[in-house]
């Protein structure tokens, strides 16, 4: 909802100490989602993660969550699904150019950054979605990935 | 077909230290201050209208863009403009927007364009189609111009697609972006520069500048982030035809910012479109003063001539390589 989401960016920062918690402990949790199987999780895991982040954050299911890289606001609720920051069309008082009746997207997001602890992962480059990734969990997804890399070597190369 | 040559022959080498054998890097590269300007694609498959109106443009600047069907309006394709001009020789900027094309096509077009002999590129996110003449298409957005950025440059240094299949012989272009510093979020504009010529930048053009206060205190943090040395500036400017035209171009334009001050000036012109005219010509002057700013980009909607009169009126082509030192870095791409 989209009152519930501006209030998300307006506490961005205790979201993000939350949700950062949570990340690293279902991430701790890697070898039970392994046990139980990683594709038999999938889709409660993924009905678990659209209802939670859709109720907070009208979260789209891109599969490639950067909730803590965009000021805890959905990037994929931008009409034109930027994900590297704001166009130019952007209205002298903040509203999107595609719809007049919405604050833009990344005017939130830069404004919920100043308030994390990591305010300069916004300016991270996000590379193109995957759109294979569409509806899945992005909650495994990272989870798998961060196990993969720390197994595949010690201080190997992680993802960019 | 009468053609006003004025790119750099294609059995030139590609400078040291440049990306493309274009003349517009290497006017820029020079330290001169540079011109582009706009051409908008006609409604119309004769191409003597896109020479006729290259002709009058390419006397007085050194590239000439070629839209994406700007303001999410159908007209020729900027790869069709591009493909015209490069065969009479005329140096083009090709526009790419991410609302029209996924990465599969956009990524030929690339490769299309610079077999052509285009030498710049312009990634651009693109105007929502909502805005344009038929509001009822797919919006694509596939990438965003970011991406779009890394992509290209992907193509050029690493040549290779984004899928890490090699390209043969990979495209030598000068690659550019928008910016626009008189929209929100102001304070995050120059940081947003900064991300862009990470991801590839050379060269930016921004939106209309109207306020030229705005621009200079983007301009002052731009210089303190050192960003004016790693990416050539050139900023948008216009003619305003009257006060009417402005004041829907305020609303309806995305992202141009016309300060009250200039409405009003051209409300109390005897004549709106001389007034205005010359506000484009003042423009240009007092921009060109703006340490950091490496050029401008003239758009006036199928206005060539007018283009034309202004750029000239405005005397930067009689000054220009006398204005800027030449030792400009010329290390290249970044």
């Known amino acids: 909802m989209y009152v519930v989401r501006l209030w998300a960016t307006r506490r961005a920062g205790a979201l993000e100490a939350v949700y950062t918690v949570f990340l690293r402990i279902f991430q701790a949790l890697d070898p039970l989602w392994r046990r139980i199987g990683h594709g038999r999780l999938e889709k409660p895991v993924a009905a678990l993660e659209a209802w939670f982040k859709g109720a907070l954050f009208d979260c789209r299911m891109c599969g490639h969550c950067i909730l803590v890289a965009t000021g805890m606001t959905c990037p994929m609720n931008c009409p034109k699904s930027l994900r590297n920051g704001p166009c130019g069309g952007v209205r002298p008082d903040g509203t999107c150019e595609v719809e007049p009746d919405m604050r833009c997207v990344w005017v939130e997001a830069w404004a919920g950054s100043r308030r994390m602890g990591d305010g300069e992962a916004i300016m991270k480059f996000q590379g193109p979605v995957d759109h294979r990734h569409q509806g899945s969990s992005s909650w495994l997804r990272l989870s798998r990935e961060k196990m993969l890399a720390a197994t595949a070597a010690n201080g190997g190369e992680g993802r960019e | ?334």
């Open chain 2, 1 to 334: 077909m009468s053609a006003y040559t004025n790119d750099t022959p294609a059995s030139y080498p590609v400078l040291p230290g440049h990306s493309s054998r274009g003349r517009l890097e290497r006017v820029l590269r020079s330290g001169r201050f540079a011109l582009t300007a706009e051409l908008n694609p006609p409604d119309s498959a004769d191409p003597e209208e896109t020479y006729r109106r290259a002709l009058v443009l390419s006397q007085v600047c050194d590239a000439v863009n070629a839209t994406d069907a700007s303001g999410a309006n159908c007209h020729m394709s900027s790869l069709g403009i591009c493909a015209l001009l490069t065969r009479a020789g005329y140096s083009t900027v090709m526009q790419i927007s991410c609302r029209d094309r996924n990465r599969i096509a956009i990524q030929g077009d690339v490769l299309a364009a610079a077999a052509m002999g285009v030498h710049s590129i312009l990634c651009l996110s693109g105007d929502g189609v909502e805005v344009g003449d038929q509001p009822n298409a797919k919006p694509v957005f596939d990438l965003d111009c970011m991406s779009l950025l890394k992509t290209i440059r992907t193509m050029r240094d690493e040549s290779c697609f984004l899928s890490g299949r090699k390209i043969t012989e990979a495209p030598e272009l000068f690659i550019g972006a928008a910016a626009n510093p008189f929209a929100p979020p102001y304070e995050w504009r120059p940081q947003r520069l900064a991300k862009k010529i990470a991801a590839g930048a050379q060269f930016v053009q921004t939106q209309y500048c109207f306020d030229v206060p705005i621009l200079e205190r983007y301009m002052e943090r731009v210089r303190h982030l050192g960003l004016d040395e790693r990416c050539f500036i050139l900023v948008g400017v216009g003619p305003l035809a009257s006060a009417r035209g402005a004041r829907w171009m305020r609303s309806k334009v995305p992202g141009v910012h016309i300060p009250d001050a200039t409405i009003s000036r051209l409300e109390g012109a005897k004549d709106q479109r001389l007034e205005g005219k010359n506000i484009c010509i003042e423009l240009i002057q007092r921009i060109s003063e703006i340490k950091g700013v490496a050029g401008v980009h003239v758009m006036a909607y199928r206005q060539e001539e007018l283009v034309s009169e202004i750029i000239r009126a405005s005397g930067v082509l009689k000054t220009r390589g006398s204005r800027r030192p030449l030792q400009r870095s010329t290390e290249g791409k970044e």
